[in-house]
């Protein structure tokens, strides 16, 4: 189900925690999987619940809570948008709007090439960076205007 490697990164944070509290590295355990496999499949799900000593829906009920989990396969780059009032109002709706012309999607689509899937976010933490937006879950992107759209969009593609 998941590599050797994988497994190995689970085990460290599974260490991380007392040996009757394992299902706490859950959320690494996520992480580990869709780094590896893109997504989150029922069955890789599945798997981990048994590898952490818990019931398959509580893992399910973390996945789908968090934004950054992905529950059906992505782009290579997963673009999210933040559109909480904060962005709203300093451009967000706006960059959200440029990026779904320009790749052809609305939010939870992914273009033709599998090259992006456009997501709309909730609060990063940086409304004072407006509008921002995350990069596969890791590189916050701060004060996009279109310019600054294009040339990720143009960055990502090479």
């Known amino acids: 189900m998941l590599s ?16 009757e509290h394992k ?11 869709q780094d ?10 599945d798997f981990l619940a048994s590898y952490l000593g818990m019931p398959a829906m509580a893992v399910y009920e ?6 950054m ?4 396969p992505v782009g290579r780059h997963k673009l999210t ?12 709706v706006r960059a959200a709007e440029h990026l779904k012309h320009r790749l052809g ?5 992914t273009t033709a090439d599998g090259q992006f899937t456009l997501k709309e976010g909730e609060c990063m933490g940086a409304c004072g960076d407006a509008p921002v937006m995350l990069v596969n879950n890791r590189r ?9 759209l294009d040339q990720l969009i143009t960055e990502l593609k090479s």
């Open 105 to 109: 999607v609305e939010f939870n689509e």
């Open 140 to 148: 916050m992107c701060c004060k996009m205007s279109d310019d600054k």
């Open 62 to 67: 973390v996945a789908s809570f968090y934004a």
């Open 23 to 33: 299902q706490s590295a859950c959320m690494s355990a996520l992480r580990i999987a």
């Open 69 to 72: 989990y992905n529950l059906k």
């Open 4 to 19: 050797a490697e994988s497994l190995k990164k689970i085990d460290r944070e599974i260490a991380k925690y007392p040996p």
């Open 36 to 45: 590896e496999n893109g997504w989150l499949a029922p069955e890789t799900m």
């Open 81 to 92: 948008v933040c559109t909480n009032l904060p962005c709203a109002l300093n451009g967000g």
